[in-house]
């Protein structure tokens, strides 16, 4: 619900951070593959430099799901 609501208002930091949340409890249940999707999708909307801290976890993450 609050990815939906981040990418209805257009909030990309709630966003990443939603969908970070996400990815890892897609991860726990075995769903690499949606974690993954769910996941690229936030990093590639997102815009802000790389030495933002929740963007380099996230893609930290991003990477482990490869």
Known sequence: MSLDQAREHGEKYAEL???QDLARLYARRGERQAA???LAT???GF???SGNPDLQQA???L???A
């Open 59 to 61: 893609m930290a993450l």
């Open 47 to 49: 815009v802000g430099g």
């Open 17 to 19: 951070c939603a969908a």
């Open 42 to 44: 936030a990093c590639e």
């Open 63 to 65: 990477a482990e799901l």
């Open 36 to 38: 993954r999707d769910l």
